[in-house]
């Protein structure tokens, strides 16, 4: 079967900005790194909810060792703003084929198994995108907009796959303009 051409995403200057806009929020203690272990406190944040079994949890776990790892960050190994950057753009270019060929991506295994932790069946509203935003260590007012952006017909409640599909366009198709200022426009940096 034939494969995508390699996308090298440290070619876009808005998406760019938004990795690294992202790393210096996630870096919440100016290290200038990121680790693994930072984003394995999100599988805590969930089980501190109190609503996930131990086997929900642990697939929260592996879902996001699974993703973080794909992105070049390793355990005991922190990587620095360039890291990430570039190690992003190699995930996505992974998770873009796997799209391309309707294989499950990693980005889609990790968020549905934190959607099972906290709580979050079929059906989303705003309030559970807050809970989620929080638990992954986001400002959880940027989720007001997150899920306008999804909610074009002012339901108030949408199916988990379309929040799910959106947020993967914003992290991996930055040419798509229908995701500028997602998160409440938290990561589009200077713009």
């Known amino acids: 079967m034939e494969q995508t051409a390699k996308i090298d995403l440290t070619r876009n200057k808005r998406w760019v900005t938004q990795m690294e806009t992202y790393f210096d929020k996630a870096d919440r203690e100016k290290t200038g ?4 272990e930072m984003f394995e406190k ?3 944040n969930m089980r501190d909810l109190g609503k996930a079994t131990a086997e929900e949890i642990q697939k929260v776990r592996e879902t996001i060792r699974d993703f973080i790892t794909a992105a070049g960050i390793l355990p005991g190994k ?5 890291g990430f950057v570039e190690g992003m753009s190699r995930l996505a270019h992974s998770e873009l084929e796997k799209r391309r060929l309707s ?6 295994k990790m968020t549905n198994a934190m959607y099972d932790a906290i709580g979050i069946k079929d059906v989303v509203t705003v309030d559970d995108i807050k809970v989620f935003m929080k638990c992954v260590d986001m ?3 940027g989720a007001v907009q997150y899920f ?3 909610d074009k017909k002012k339901k108030g409640k949408l199916p988990r796959n379309v929040l799910i599909d ?3 366009e914003f992290w991996f198709k930055p040419e798509d303009e229908s995701t500028k200022g997602m998160y409440g426009g938290t990561y589009q940096g200077g713009e």
């Open 139 to 141: 400002d959880p007012e």
């Open 103 to 108: 294989e499950p991506t990693l980005h889609e």
């Open 78 to 82: 922190p990587v620095t703003k360039k």
């Open 148 to 150: 306008a952006m999804a």
């Open 166 to 168: 959106l947020e993967f």
């Open 33 to 36: 790194y990121l680790s693994l």
């Open 42 to 44: 999100w599988a805590d």
